[in-house]
Nanobody, 115 residues
């Protein structure tokens, strides 16, 4: 059993910053990709950023240059540093972790950016 828990969401003004964390725990032998998604009200869930076990990263065009994904393999944790936040970044942010190839999801953390 694997538990994935996100933290770090909150309310911030436009132009501000937040850092999200996502920790995986439980029966973990190896973690492959770690991914952040988000879902805004009335919209489909979308991929925000991903990072492989080797550290290769990928970003949605809408967040390139503003968000940075990183991971600490010793802590089974992935981070999302979000700078220059915009109201359109408002969403529930979900962490998705692949453990030995199987996907596990967190419960989500709300990020609200006020204008």
């Amino acid at each position: 059993q694997v538990l994935v828990v996100e933290s770090g969401g909150g309310l911030v003004q436009a132009g501000g910053s937040l850092r999200l964390s996502c920790a995986a725990s439980g029966s973990i032998f190896s973690i492959n990709n770690m991914v952040w998604h988000r879902q805004a009200p009335g919209k489909q869930r979308e991929l925000v950023a991903s990072i492989t076990s080797g550290g290769s990263t990928n970003y949605a065009d809408s967040v390139k240059g503003r968000f940075t994904i990183s991971r600490d393999n010793a802590k089974n944790t992935v981070y999302l540093q979000m700078n220059s936040l915009k109201p359109e970044d408002t969403a529930v942010y979900y962490c998705n972790v692949y453990v030995s190839g199987w996907p596990y999801w967190g419960q989500g953390t709300q990020v609200t950016v006020s204008s």
